[in-house]
């Protein structure tokens, strides 16, 4: 998941990476992460293939794979034709266990592929028929209220997000399954990311368990525990928690069941979401290198999921500039053309164009009109010389948590 749009409090904006030319707090040093032992559906993260109907699962893989193969309309097109049919059958009809998790991962992949098209409404639509689902695997509900509020964030309704939050909390508080104590983490955690996303950063804390640094160390719920971690300038935790939830999606994705995510919140976003927090923490404390390297990675991931003219290739590149940006000053060299012509590419990729103009190779109508209004400001700083060192805390706030 990219992390999604926020409003920091000033005090939160404080803690955060406000200031191109602050240097890092002193950080503490905990004891390294312990590697994960709760892999599996076991952390409520992924469905066992025999929890579903094998050919449900495939028939979704292959939409998935298909509406990904030119990132063009008609592949986009065909995927959810593909979607569509899968839900008409009979393989995703019944109110037996089985049928109902086919059909709710079949709608967890509907509303990914809207919702990066820009369909957002079409997308949470998708996510609350899930809830109907109340004989499917929990943590299947579960995902779709997290991805739900996930693009209540995104859109700016702040309020929404959390009341879904709060639905996911009461959730799993009226069913305790075998995997209550996971899912239990993972809905709390929601709950404390729309916490932080409003800059309540005390409040955010309890809803964090300490599990998140041990034994559940991946997913959603870990990525929102590193951003967290990252806020209250616990730097060496964070970068050990974005670890953990890029090694256990690696793992995930290897597995091949089925991963229990939706909307800016599925796997591929997950991946890009904690390779592009990594990245920028490195920057922050100047490990240049190493932030290039993680920046690179997050990159290539959201060419090769979305196509290089979507609107989250364009996040990306602009952590890329601003990362070039904060090396030229700290060591007073000069990226001035390499920092140009990626807010150019930025701009230019966040375009919003008309619906008439929707073309075979068009860019998804998705309007992430507050990283282009970051770009073209850093932009302007070189063509007016003025001073940008110090990026306003509104303007930080809505780009860092993408």
């Known amino acids: 998941m990219f992390r999604v749009a926020a409003k920091l409090s000033p005090r939160a904006s404080s803690t955060a990476l406000v200031s191109l030319t602050a240097k890092p707090s002193p950080i503490s040093r905990p004891s390294p992460l312990a590697a994960s032992s709760f892999r599996s559906f076991n952390n409520g993260l992924e469905l066992d293939k025999n929890m579903a109907v094998p050919d449900a699962v495939r028939m979704i893989n292959y939409a998935m794979r298909q509406a990904r193969t030119d990132q063009s309309v008609g592949s986009y097109g065909l995927g959810m034709l593909v979607l569509k049919h899968c839900l008409e059958t009979e393989l995703t009809e019944g109110k037996d266990p089985q049928h109902e998790n086919s059909k709710g991962i079949a709608l967890l992949a509907m509303s990914t592929l809207m919702s990066e098209r820009g369909k957002y409404s079409d997308a949470i639509e998708k996510l609350q028929s899930v809830q109907e689902l109340t004989n499917s695997f929990l943590g299947v509900r579960v995902a779709a209220f997290e991805a739900q509020a996930g693009l209540h964030l995104e859109l700016g309704q702040d309020d929404m997000a959390s009341v879904v939050a709060d639905k996911c909390v009461e959730l799993l508080e009226k069913q305790k399954t075998g995997d209550f104590e996971a899912l239990n983490i993972r809905a709390k955690a929601l709950k404390g990311l729309v916490e932080l996303v409003n800059g309540n950063v005390e409040s955010a804390e309890a809803f964090f368990d300490k599990s998140l640094c041990d034994k559940l160390c991946d997913g959603t719920a870990a990525l929102s525990y590193g951003e967290f971690l990252q806020t209250k300038q616990n730097y060496s935790m964070a970068k050990e928690v974005y670890r953990n939830v890029i090694q ?89 053309l390499i920092q140009e012509g990626l807010y150019r590419r930025v701009t230019d990729l966040l375009k919003v164009p008309p619906v008439e103009t929707e073309s075979e190779g068009a860019a998804p109508l998705v309007d992430r009109s507050d990283i282009a209004a970051l770009a073209r400001g850093m932009m302007d700083s070189f063509i007016h010389g003025s001073d940008w060192t110090v990026i306003p805390d509104k303007e930080w706030s809505n780009f860092v948590q993408n």
């Open 248 to 336: 256990g999606a690696t793992e995930i994705k290897e597995s091949g069941n089925p991963y229990l995510g939706a909307g800016n919140m599925n796997l591929e976003g997950l991946m890009m979401g904690a390779m592009c927090a990594l990245g920028q923490l490195e920057s922050h404390l100047g490990n240049f290198g190493n932030a290039e390297q993680h920046l690179t990675k997050a990159l290539n991931k959201a060419e090769e999921t979305y196509g290089d003219r979507h609107p989250k290739v364009g996040v990306v590149l602009t952590c890329i500039a601003l990362m070039y940006r904060r090396k030229a000053i700290q060591e007073h060299s000069s990226s001035l």
